[in-house]
């Protein structure tokens, strides 16, 4: 079954700890993204990848790092996360970034509380 | 960026058509029309998406206004499980072409009476 697969699904930590959210995407995708969504917000992107080895920020990058070393896995990292960083995360991919209409497919989120 | 308005929420009956309404006066030439849905505890969900012309596929039906400065969707039998958050969204590039970004508004949510 195709399929973005995120793991943990929830996780409520302590400030600083860093931690790593785990994105994998058995499609073969170029694309791959990262968005939070909070109330009154909707979704932001915070970093996306056009491929293996290139990555970039998206609007709110701000205390989150990437890394794309295969192409189906693309980690969300927090180094030293923070109460602010408390969000609902959507990993994405899509076959190509650019080109017409290309649908995006999400994972079920993963719900970060950091205390 | 460019933006969409939807109303906040909508409602419907089951087996009824719903038609979602989407402006987006601002639209440029080369913006794609996305929608998606969000079901509760769920990730978006793509729907479909269009340029100029109406699209239908298996699970809605996209019309593109002539001036595309509006779209509707069309769920034809609206059923319990279509009850979700819908996204009307333009598609846009970034300056350098690189990065293929969907912004999610607010979204209208659909209730769907039995």
């Known amino acids: 079954e195709a399929q973005v697969t995120q793991n943990p699904r929830y996780l409520i930590t302590v400030t600083g700890k860093k931690l790593t959210v785990t994105c994998s995407q058995n499609?073969?995708?170029?694309?791959m993204s990262w968005y939070r969504q909070d109330p009154g917000l909707g979704l932001r992107q915070i970093y996306y990848?056009?491929?293996?080895?290139?990555?970039d920020k998206g609007d709110v990058p701000e205390g989150y790092k990437v890394s794309r070393k295969e192409k189906r896995n693309f980690p969300l990292i927090l180094e030293s996360p923070s109460p602010n960083q408390t969000s609902l995360y959507f990993c994405?991919?899509?076959?190509?970034?650019?080109?017409?209409?290309?649908?995006?497919?999400f994972g079920d989120g993963t719900r970060l509380s950091i205390l | 960026d460019a933006k969409t308005t939807q109303p906040n929420s909508m409602e419907s009956n089951e087996e009824e058509p719903v038609h979602l309404p989407c402006n987006h006066s601002t639209i440029s030439g080369t913006d794609y029309i996305h929608w998606y849905r969000q079901l509760p505890s769920q990730g978006p969900e793509y729907v479909i998406h269009g340029l100029t012309s109406n699209v239908n596929n298996r699970m809605a039906s996209l019309a593109i206004a002539e001036d595309r400065k509006s779209s509707t969707l069309i769920l034809h039998r609206a059923t319990l499980r279509d009850a979700a958050v819908y996204y009307c969204?333009?598609?846009?590039?970034?300056?350098?072409?690189?990065?293929?970004?969907?912004?999610f508004g607010k979204g209208t949510l659909l209730t769907v009476n039995p």
């Open positions: 990848s056009m491929n293996v080895e290139v990555t």
């Open positions: 969204i333009l598609r846009e590039l970034n300056s350098g072409g690189s990065n293929y970004k969907l912004t």
């Open positions: 499609m073969n995708h170029e694309y």
């Open positions: 994405a991919s899509s076959l190509y970034g650019t080109g017409g209409g290309q649908p995006q497919h």
